[in-house]
């Protein structure tokens, strides 16, 4: 590699590596909140926290990457051009496209990177995260089940049981409802059992007391009842992962999906090869968000007003290559024979890199040449 590839790739390399680290910190700290307020509130501890902020990385970066692929390619191109050293190198002999060179070489390795992302980390992390939160349900579920302890399933409702049976039998319950705008309701007993029905758990309470405590007038009504049904689906929901999702399997398992999978998935077999082959499409998208900065920036000549007008345009083409991104996508969910669609958006980047490179190198053939006409009087 010559020696101009090596220190624009280095000058490449370290900015997409800050641009995608403040990026990532963003994206993490928004999901941050969102997940301390959920576990925290949950009652689960710190090492979850981070367990579950740790899986959700890889999804983050596969977002933040092509991010700062783009923004190194904009800022190292600018920088190089104020320096006059892009045009030093182009007075040594080097066309455009031989200039984009060392841009290939930093695309192939984001390149390479989204691929491990797209067909390795994300789906391992995403099955993982799915599993931890089904474990971290059941935990909530046996938690609401520990004698001797009140706890507050969710707001407004009050759970007391002394003690477990072996076969699963609750003694001396006690269940508060203050949820009701008009009443609050306590309801005891000196046995319960847990009985699932219709996909709804009621608590079947034997030999106890409900008492109603209107708020209107502050006054109370007892019932004692010989047995009772409370449904507690809300309090008691059943961790249940429900089959894998598409995300969760494997690149080769979405290229070739089985009616079992079909079903499990609850998904179509085209749109299960259209996210198949969309990875392979994602992992390109880093080449071509950083070949799109640095065309563009080439395109036009001095201005002392900046490049301003290069950067709108550079992400006016991004957002055309997304359009071009979901036109495909839809097109092969709707046809597996379509599946070719998904690809459309980097073969367009591609072409849209190729005119900017072939624009900036002849810029006479889009110029009006003068006629006899116009010429000196």
Not at 91 to 118: C, K, N
Not at 152 to 157: D, L, Q, S, T
Not at 174 to 190: I, M
Not at 307 to 332: D, F, P, S, Y
Request: with cysteine; proline share 4%; charged share 15%.
């Amino acid at each position: 590699m010559a020696r101009f590839d090596r220190y624009m790739l280095s000058q490449l390399i370290m900015l997409c590596g800050f641009f995608g680290l403040v990026l990532v910190l963003v994206y993490s700290i928004n999901r941050a909140v969102l997940l301390f307020d959920q576990l925290i509130a949950d009652g689960q501890s710190a090492g979850v926290f981070i367990e579950f902020t740790a899986l959700t990385l890889p999804a983050v970066i596969r977002l933040a990457l092509p991010l700062a692929a783009f923004a190194a390619a904009i800022y190292v191109t600018n920088r190089m051009t104020n320096d006059s050293e892009l045009v030093v190198v182009q007075a040594t002999g080097y066309s455009l496209f031989r200039i984009a060179r060392p841009v290939v070489y930093f695309g192939l390795i984001v390149a390479l990177l989204m691929s491990l992302l797209m067909h390795v980390l994300v789906p391992r992390s995403a099955a993982q995260l799915a599993l931890r939160q089904a474990e971290i349900a059941r935990n909530a579920t046996a938690r609401l089940l520990t004698p001797g302890t009140f706890t507050e399933p969710i707001a407004g409702v009050t759970f007391y049981i002394r003690d477990l049976g072996p076969e699963g039998e609750l003694y001396d319950v006690f269940l508060s409802d203050n949820r009701g705008p008009e009443d609050h309701v306590t309801y005891t007993a000196s046995r319960a059992f847990l009985v699932r029905e219709a996909e709804q758990t009621q608590l079947v309470m034997i030999d106890g007391m409900v008492q109603t405590l209107r708020l209107a007038d502050q006054r109370l009504f007892t019932t004692r009842f010989a047995d009772l049904s409370y449904n507690v689906g809300a309090l008691l929901t059943p961790a249940t992962t429900g089959g894998r999702r598409a995300a969760h399997l494997s690149t080769w398992a979405l290229l070739h999906p089985t009616p079992a999978l079909v079903a499990e998935t609850g998904s179509s077999a085209a749109r299960m090869i259209a996210d198949g082959h969309d990875r392979f499409s994602q992992s390109l998208l880093g080449m071509v968000a950083a070949l799109i900065g640095f065309a563009t920036l080439m395109v036009g000549s001095y201005s002392r007003f900046g490049v301003w007008r290069q950067i709108v345009a550079a992400i006016a083409l991004i957002v055309v290559v997304k359009a071009l991104e979901t036109a495909g996508l839809n097109a092969a969910r709707a046809d597996a024979r379509l599946w070719f669609m998904t690809y459309l958006p980097g073969v367009g980047g591609l072409v849209i890199v190729w005119a900017l490179l072939f624009w900036a190198s002849r810029p006479y053939l889009f110029k009006r040449r003068p006629t006899a006409q116009e010429g000196p009087a």
